[in-house]
């Protein structure tokens, strides 16, 4: 029986090739070339940015979480400090009320009470680090006590002038606004201290 060789390529070497070429170091590769330095760098440095970016982010909301809270808890301290026993102001009157409170001690670090109540100086106050402005409409009194290391600051003439101007209005409608107005007075006393 006589056998017939199949046509095909002949490699110098004497070898007959029939499904592709041949690689130099004897494996074939009959779905194209593969470079030995070929390899994919650009996963990992993917990755490493995301995880970056989310770093990132989770920061920036934990940050924004802690300044809103931290100007919530301030807000709750200060409107604490108003003690409105006989609902005399209204709602904007209570909010200048408390903004002028959060603005004294976030500024200047002065702690003060603003109390509508029947007794409106209690023993507990004068051991208290803050400004007391006690209002009694019923027995139409007023009283502002200043702690002794802050009497310097505000003074005596300051706490006599906010006094007096709510003991003129007779507490006739309308001294509510004429109160809020000497906080802001004292308020713009202590800004001009510091100009």
Not at 88 to 109: C, H, M, P, Q, T
Request: charged content about 20%; overall charge positive; hydrophobic content about 40%.
């Amino acid at each position: 029986m006589f056998f017939r060789k199949l046509p095909g390529h002949h490699h110098p070497s004497g070898h007959h090739h029939l499904l592709g070429h041949h690689h130099p170091l004897g494996h074939p590769h009959p779905l194209g070339h593969h470079h030995p330095s070929e390899h994919h760098h650009s996963k990992p440095s993917i990755t490493f940015l995301r995880l970056i970016l989310v770093l990132g982010l989770v920061s920036l909301v934990v940050w924004a979480f802690w300044i809103n809270s931290e100007r919530y808890v301030h807000r709750f301290n200060a409107g604490a400090r108003l003690v409105d026993e006989y609902g005399v102001f209204s709602k904007d009157e209570s909010e200048a009320v408390v903004r002028i409170i959060a603005g004294l001690e976030k500024s200047y670090n002065i702690k003060l009470q603003v109390r509508t109540a029947s007794k409106i100086f209690t023993t507990a106050d004068a051991m208290a680090a803050e400004i007391v402005f006690g209002i009694c409409p019923e027995k139409q009194q007023v009283a502002i006590f200043v702690p002794p290391f802050l009497r310097g600051a505000v003074g005596p003439d300051i706490a006599a002038q906010m006094r007096e101007q709510v003991i003129a209005t007779r507490f006739e409608p309308g001294w509510p606004q004429t109160a809020v107005r000497s906080l802001l007075f004292l308020e713009s006393h202590l800004k001009s201290l510091r100009s």
